[in-house]
């Protein structure tokens, strides 16, 4: 049998720099499937410290984009159901005027009442509105109905009268970045909505009785109501304006950030491919002498 030479030593270095080779390129096929450096913070070295910071940083902000987006969907439905609150308020004001100065009839009169008496109930149920499980003119007592007529019954045109409402006095605000925060909406205790389920109560009480002076202080009442009542949707407006501004601020840093995060952790994956080219060759080289080391024997080193 003839005698190998002895080649242990060398033969260890090339297989164990084989090794090293398929490792890489077991690594790099993963970088080519994924476009990821690395799968874990692990293989990520000195970067991982502030990939995690980011990432964390990133779901913050999409946190404060979100909680601002919900915030400004409630702000919408509050706007749109104002809308109507001023269209009902736009219309019994005018039915009042028309009615002032005219020989009005007990038939009139309660035809305009009855007007007055669902319009109540209407503003009411505008403002008793749920969303998504809340009661938006409630306040911070979002599960409880804000408007209850059960027992509403003003006094006169003149006493301000708010035991109607049902919630408390809290203005609801959202977390919208790490140092600011946004107070939104309103509640159904508002004044300007305690004018106009007073002006439209004493309109519902109308009668044969009722003279031109007083129905021109309910006319005045409804004026003013309707005032106030769009002055306060003005505010949701630039309320809903100053959302949308900060969920498009964190928008843009999210992007910021997840370019950041592309540069810390996605690969060129035709770069990588091109080297695992290079790498596979490299391979192929190596273990042809490694076989070719394994095959020597004395003879063949002697000749």
Same mark, same amino acid.
């Given at each position: 049998?003839?005698?190998?030479?002895?080649?242990?030593?060398?033969?260890?270095?090339?297989?164990? =720099?084989?090794?090293?080779?398929?490792?890489?390129?077991? %690594?790099?096929?993963?970088?080519?499937?994924?476009?990821?450096?690395?799968?874990? +913070?692990?293989?990520? @070295?000195?970067?991982?410290?502030?990939?995690?910071?980011?990432?964390?940083?990133?779901?913050?902000?999409?946190?404060?984009?979100?909680?601002?987006? %919900?915030?400004?969907?409630?702000?919408?439905?509050? +706007?749109?159901?104002?809308?109507?609150?001023?269209?009902?308020?736009?219309?019994?004001? $005018? /039915?009042?005027?028309?009615?002032? @100065?005219?020989?009005?009839?007990?038939?009139?009169?309660?035809?305009?009442?009855?007007?007055?008496?669902?319009?109540? %109930?209407?503003?009411?149920?505008?403002?008793?509105? /749920?969303?998504?499980?809340? *009661?938006?003119?409630?306040?911070?007592?979002?599960?409880?109905?804000?408007?209850?007529?059960?027992?509403?019954?003003?006094?006169?045109?003149?006493?301000?009268?708010?035991? *109607?409402?049902?919630?408390?006095?809290?203005?609801?605000?959202?977390?919208?970045?790490?140092?600011?925060?946004?107070?939104? $909406?309103?509640?159904?205790?508002?004044?300007?909505?305690?004018?106009?389920?007073?002006?439209?109560?004493?309109?519902?009480?109308?009668?044969?009785?009722?003279?031109?002076?007083?129905?021109? %202080?309910?006319?005045?009442?409804?004026?003013?109501?309707?005032?106030?009542?769009?002055?306060?949707?003005? @505010?949701?407006?630039?309320?809903? =304006?100053?959302?949308?501004? =900060?969920?498009?601020?964190?928008?843009?840093?999210?992007? +910021?950030?997840?370019?950041?995060?592309?540069?810390?952790?996605?690969?060129?994956?035709?770069?990588?491919?091109?080297?695992?080219?290079? +790498?596979?060759?490299?391979?192929?080289?190596? *273990?042809?002498?490694?076989?070719?080391?394994?095959?020597?024997?004395?003879?063949?080193?002697?000749?």
């Amino acid at each position: 049998m003839a005698m190998r030479v002895a080649t242990f030593a060398m033969n260890e270095r090339m297989l164990s =720099a084989s090794l090293r080779t398929q490792a890489k390129m077991s %690594e790099m096929q993963i970088q080519e499937a994924t476009g990821q450096v690395s799968t874990d +913070y692990g293989g990520l @070295g000195n970067s991982a410290a502030r990939v995690l910071d980011l990432e964390v940083s990133l779901a913050r902000s999409k946190t404060y984009a979100s909680a601002a987006e %919900e915030a400004n969907g409630r702000v919408q439905v509050m +706007y749109d159901q104002m809308s109507t609150m001023t269209d009902l308020l736009t219309e019994l004001r $005018g /039915r009042v005027t028309a009615a002032i @100065g005219t020989n009005s009839t007990d038939t009139s009169d309660e035809s305009l009442a009855t007007a007055a008496t669902s319009a109540l %109930e209407d503003l009411a149920g505008l403002l008793n509105v /749920r969303y998504e499980g809340r *009661y938006l003119f409630a306040g911070s007592a979002t599960t409880t109905l804000p408007v209850d007529l059960e027992s509403y019954d003003p006094a006169d045109l003149t006493t301000e009268d708010t035991s *109607y409402y049902q919630g408390n006095g809290t203005i609801t605000s959202v977390q919208v970045s790490s140092e600011r925060s946004i107070a939104y $909406g309103v509640t159904a205790g508002n004044p300007a909505f305690e004018e106009m389920m007073r002006a439209v109560s004493a309109l519902s009480k109308v009668d044969g009785n009722t003279t031109d002076a007083e129905m021109e %202080e309910i006319s005045t009442l409804l004026v003013s109501a309707l005032d106030k009542v769009t002055a306060v949707q003005s @505010g949701l407006s630039l309320s809903s =304006a100053a959302l949308e501004r =900060a969920s498009a601020a964190e928008q843009e840093y999210q992007s +910021y950030v997840s370019s950041s995060l592309t540069g810390l952790t996605g690969v060129d994956v035709a770069a990588v491919t091109v080297q695992l080219t290079a +790498y596979e060759t490299q391979l192929q080289a190596s *273990y042809a002498a490694v076989a070719k080391v394994q095959g020597l024997s004395l003879l063949d080193y002697l000749r």
